[in-house]
């Protein structure tokens, strides 16, 4: 059987990676694949940039890494240009979409939520308004964005879940993502989706924030590491959306 970690907005958190890494190597995963933003939001980009590419075999591109990437963002943010050098704003900008693969006989689309999404979506919206994510064929729909794991039968046939985040989970402040195992090829075998909850040292989190000189936001980062509350402006008016 194979097994596959999916991470996914690691946000600049070293610490939550680092606890990430551990847990990695105590379950013996050692197929990564990251759903985007693996920079932003936190005091490290550069750091956690350089452990996605040593160790993810598939690493999209999310709104914060095309965002920084592209810097489409405000002058408050040459913070991040600053720390990633223009080599990594490069391969940032380069990052594919998305990634499609068969696994137990489904066929699988990943990708991080925004840009390809226009508005950020959350599991609990309507199946109608889901349904364009399993368009043309596929049966399973994996993303990240919300910075909330979860998981959806929905009426059409189609599984949606979400990774949750390592760096900047949202409801309950730890590092989350899922683990997908099942059988490579197009016949059909048995197929999980495994949550993981990860504690980490929030406070150190937020003592790198304190620490790093000229570091954006800091309110907004020490509100959401440590309490896991939204603390910028949010991107939709949809209740149970993050950012």
């Known amino acids: ?105 489904k066929r699988i689309r990943l990708l991080h939520g925004r840009p390809i999404m226009k508005e950020l979506q959350s599991t609990r919206d309507t199946s109608d308004n889901l349904r364009w994510l399993f368009q043309p064929d596929f049966d399973i729909v994996g993303y990240a964005d919300v910075h909330r794991p979860g998981y959806r039968s929905l009426y059409f046939p189609g599984l949606l879940f979400n990774t949750g985040s390592v760096g900047n989970a949202l409801g309950v402040p730890m590092v989350q993502y899922a683990i997908l195992q099942g059988e490579d090829g197009s016949a059909p075998a048995p197929f999980d989706i495994t949550f993981a909850s990860v504690p980490y040292d929030n406070e150190q989190a937020i003592r790198d924030a304190e620490n790093t000189p000229g570091f954006p936001n800091i309110e907004c980062y020490i509100k959401e590491i440590r309490h896991g509350e939204y603390g910028r402006k949010r991107p939709s008016t949809k209740p149970d959306i993050e950012f």
């Open 1 to 105: 059987m194979r097994s596959i970690a999916l991470v996914a907005d690691l946000h600049g958190n070293l610490p939550a990676t680092l606890a990430l890494d551990e847990d990695l190597k105590r379950r013996n995963l050692t197929e990564i694949w990251c759903l985007g933003d693996i920079v932003g939001k936190g005091p490290n980009s550069a750091d956690t940039f350089d452990w996605a590419v040593r160790n993810c075999q598939v690493i999209l591109r999310g709104n914060w890494d095309e965002g920084i990437a592209r810097k489409h963002f405000s002058r408050n943010d040459q913070f991040y240009f600053d720390q990633l050098g223009e080599k990594r704003m490069q391969q940032l900008g380069e990052l594919p979409l998305e990634h499609h693969f068969t696994l137990s006989g």
